[in-house]
């Protein structure tokens, strides 16, 4: 089975600049959640999707959005782009009970400069 | 507030001695418990969880975890350590009254060496 998969796999992009991040679930998983992890730290949840609604909001300003589509798949986008954003973009897809385990994808290298 | 605790930066052990990598919790409720490990510029792979049920849980890689409610800890261990093992190990929780969120800890670093 492919595993969760994310594109690009690194992105530089300047100071004010709007992305878009990129994520396909394993097949079978309705959820979907991002996270950001800047060097030396642990993850940091930004948001979680399931059927396409958003389930849970991390501690993130509202520059950051997401989305899910029909086919699971779900694109982060960052807005107004600040040096603070440089991290590692992780996403994670699992079944849709609470117990399930979450499976990460090899994530988004962002740098800000 | 919410939070997970790996009191050590790092952890150093020897190949063939057991390893233990410390984690603690302050999360209302009993929370599902995770252990991930991440090499470098890679994503994170699961290793075990607890649910429920024996507080001894087995995973993935001769990995074990051990859930203990009264000191709110969930400790990663492993009999007999790999040069190979050596990678960043997270733990990680789910509050069953807000299970839209996951928390990490900040990791801890194991280095066994040959």
């Known amino acids: 089975d492919t595993g969760v998969t994310q594109s690009p796999t690194h992105l530089i992009k300047t100071r004010g600049q709007q992305v878009t991040l990129r994520c396909s679930p394993i097949s079978g998983h309705k959820s979907v959640s991002w996270y950001q992890q800047v060097l030396g730290q642990g993850p940091q949840f930004i948001f979680q999707?399931?059927?396409?609604?958003?389930?849970g909001r991390g501690n993130f300003p509202d520059r950051f959005s997401a989305r899910q589509f029909p086919n699971y798949s779900s694109e982060l986008n960052v807005n107004a782009l600040l040096l603070g954003d440089s991290a590692l973009y992780l996403c994670?897809?699992?079944?849709?009970?609470?117990?399930?385990?979450?499976?990460f994808g090899p994530g988004t290298r962002l740098t800000v400069l | 507030a919410q939070s997970v605790a790996q009191p050590e930066d790092q952890v150093n052990v020897a190949e063939g001695n057991p390893l233990t990598v410390k984690c603690t919790y302050s999360?209302?409720?009993?929370?599902?418990l995770f252990w991930y490990v991440q090499y470098p510029n890679r994503g994170l792979q699961f290793l075990l969880k607890?649910?429920?049920?024996?507080?001894l849980v087995k995973g993935s890689y001769g990995f074990e975890a051990e859930f203990n409610k009264s000191q709110t800890s969930f400790h990663l261990k492993k009999p007999s350590a790999l040069v190979s093992d050596s990678a960043l190990y997270f733990c990680?929780?789910?509050?069953?009254?807000?299970?839209?969120?996951?928390?990490f800890g900040s990791g801890t670093k194991l280095n066994v060496k040959p």
């Open positions: 999360v209302s409720g009993n929370p599902y």
């Open positions: 994670a897809s699992s079944l849709e009970t609470i117990t399930d385990t979450q499976y």
């Open positions: 607890y649910i429920t049920g024996d507080n």
């Open positions: 990680a929780v789910r509050p069953r009254d807000n299970f839209n969120k996951f928390y």
């Open positions: 999707y399931y059927e396409k609604e958003e389930r």
